[in-house]
């Protein structure tokens, strides 16, 4: 049987500190029944601390996901971290959590797919792993979206959090772990939701802070009518082209942006709502984190042999679905 990426062990972190919906409501004008309603969340966590960026959270799980799985930092033979909000440009956020970790010297690098993040990290890594080439690979999805939010901002600020999660993948020779994946973009998405300042295209000056460009924008109904039909699409695809029925499939993992575009991802997929990860209404939508953290909270209801489905969309656009048969 062909070497397959199983995951073999999951962590999270979460900030201790919570915004609420009515901390919220002292903020802008809003109330907890309208972000509940909209969205399915009730607080979200956030990074305190000065100087911390999103290589601390990624770095507090690998080191936690180490523990857990009794590896040493010198047999990771790659790590690489989903995040859109990296603690600089460069060096990259991957790099940090090595050093921070005690992981000497290994290739390591950051992969830019907003909230499916984790989905195209995830693959990646199992290449690695598939081909033989590499026994331990970390994937970590890590988001500090305070960072980037714009706390004046009521159609925004209410959405976000920050976490992360992290993952380490194995061969296995059973049969377990990725067995397929998805993955899909289109850059139209830009005039619907993005962090427009400080690149390349509009470097950081005076202006561009004057205009708020360094804060995540998102026109909120027309990504809603993207992400509603695309996740749900690639979720679909994915079980069809593996002849899976949702009899066949024992989770959802959807990326948690909006209980509603969960909840038609999981009609659409003809599965029940027990079925469905869900961690919304306590962290919020921390963009590449949401998958690993879902993971993480629900480890110990996996049994060998689950079928899971993971399913995302985010800013790009971006989106995509991976089949993985649960390996503990
Ligand atoms: O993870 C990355 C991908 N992102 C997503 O998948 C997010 C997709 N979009 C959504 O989840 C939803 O569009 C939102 C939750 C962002 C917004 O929900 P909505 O039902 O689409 O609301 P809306 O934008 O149509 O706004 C409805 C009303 C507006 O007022 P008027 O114009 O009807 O008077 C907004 O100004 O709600 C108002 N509003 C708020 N009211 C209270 C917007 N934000 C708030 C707020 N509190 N925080």
């Not at 959802?252 to 009609?267: E, F, G, S, W, Y």
């Amino acid at each position: 049987m062909s070497i397959k990426a199983a995951i073999t062990g999951v962590n999270g972190f979460l900030p201790e500190d919570k915004l609420t919906n009515s901390d919220l409501e002292k903020i802008v004008e809003t109330n907890d029944e309208w972000i509940f309603s909209r969205t399915g969340i009730r607080e979200r966590r956030i990074l305190k601390g000065e100087n911390l960026g999103t290589s601390y959270m990624a770095a507090e799980a690998v080191k936690g996901l180490l523990k857990k799985t009794n590896t040493k930092p010198e047999e990771i033979d790659l790590l690489i971290v989903a995040t859109v909000t990296p603690d600089y440009f460069f060096p990259s956020t991957a790099n940090l959590v090595c050093t921070q970790v005690g992981i000497p010297s290994i290739g390591s690098f950051d992969i830019l797919a907003a909230c499916s993040g984790f989905i195209y990290a995830l693959s990646t890594g199992a290449q690695f792993i598939e081909s033989g080439r590499y026994k331990k690979v970390v994937v970590v999805g890590a988001d500090k979206m305070s960072s980037i939010v714009d706390f004046t901002d009521r159609t925004t600020c209410v959405l976000f959090g920050d976490g992360a999660g992290a993952v380490l993948l194995e061969p296995n020779e059973d049969g377990l772990g990725l067995i397929d994946f998805r993955m899909h973009s289109d850059g139209t998405g830009e005039n619907h939701l993005i962090m427009k300042g400080g690149g390349s295209k509009y470097p950081a000056s005076h202006e561009t802070i004057d205009n708020r460009l360094h804060y995540i924008r998102q026109e909120g109904q027309s990504v809603f009518k993207f992400a509603v039909t695309k996740m749900a699409d690639t979720a679909a695809e994915i079980m069809e082209s593996n002849e899976l029925t949702g009899d066949d499939v024992a989770w959802l993992v959807p990326h948690q942006a909006n209980k509603r575009i969960i909840d038609a991802t999981a009609n659409r997929m003809g599965i029940g709502f027990d079925k469905v990860m869900m961690n919304i209404e306590k962290y919020g939508n921390t963009t590449a984190a949401t998958i690993p953290l879902c993971l993480f909270d629900y480890e110990s209801q996996l049994k060998k042999g689950d079928n899971l489905i993971l399913a995302a969309f985010g800013g790009g656009f971006t989106w995509g679905s991976a089949y993985i048969k649960w390996a503990y």
